[in-house]
């Protein structure tokens, strides 16, 4: 089945200790990007990637980093959480066509920075 | 800051109108607009696409798209409960560069 894994799905920790939130696809997509979700701002884009060693801020980096060493792959990094990184995070995934990108998304992982 | 602006709702209508959802975009760059339809606590899907001025029709959805007025709108048919959803407007340009509106809750009422 064609889908984007994310995980942990929920997550609760504390101020300053790292964590990772990973991502895989097994559509063999070139495409891949975060987000987070946040009542009434909408999905703000975090980091994009057009492909393997290649990476990009988005809308909202501060505070976060990503790496994409495998096509698959496309791992969250919060080095040192803040309570301002409490969000529904989404991992999202899609070809590169000359019509665009045609996102498909993950679950979600719902972060709880206290 | 490109943005991408809806009216957040609630939009009621009855069961078997027609929903109008709209959209308006700042980037004149911008070249693809999606509707993606998000259930609450889900992740979104994308429901229709559309590239060019006009109208995009696909079974009970028709987007349409003003570039000079730069307005996107989706309007769904025979509206069903089942349709009770957050409707998510988003624009990209040429730089892979995605931007999501803040979505307009749609509810159907029986």
């Known amino acids: 089945e064609a889908q984007v894994t994310q995980n942990p799905r929920y997550l609760i920790t504390v101020t300053g200790k790292k964590l990772t939130v990973t991502c895989s696809q097994n559509m063999n997509h070139e495409y891949m990007s975060w987000y987070r979700q946040d009542p009434g701002l909408g999905l703000r884009q975090i980091y994009y990637s057009m492909n393997v060693e290649v990476t990009d801020k988005g809308d909202v980096p501060e505070g976060y980093k990503v790496s994409r060493k495998e096509k698959r792959n496309f791992p969250l990094i919060l080095e040192s959480p803040s309570p301002n990184q409490t969000s529904l995070y989404f991992c999202?995934?899609?070809?590169?066509?000359?019509?665009?990108?045609?996102?498909?998304f993950g679950p979600g992982t719902r972060l709880t920075v206290l | 800051q490109k943005e991408v602006e809806q009216n957040s709702g609630p939009l009621s209508v009855p069961e078997g109108a027609i929903a109008s959802l709209n959209c308006t975009y700042s980037d004149r760059g911008s070249q693809s607009f999606f509707w993606y339809r998000q259930y609450s606590g889900k992740s979104p899907e994308l429901i229709m696409s559309?590239?060019?001025?006009g109208d995009k029709e696909d079974g009970r959805f028709t987007a349409q798209l003003n570039k000079a007025s730069q307005y996107v709108s989706l309007l769904i048919r025979d509206s069903q409960p089942s349709d009770s959803a957050t409707y998510l407007c988003?624009?990209?340009?040429?730089?892979?560069?995605?931007?999501f509106g803040p979505g307009t809750r749609l509810s159907v009422l029986p």
């Open positions: 988003a624009a990209q340009d040429y730089g892979q560069n995605f931007v």
């Open positions: 559309i590239y060019s001025n």
């Open positions: 999202a995934s899609s070809f590169t066509t000359y019509r665009g990108l045609q996102l498909f």
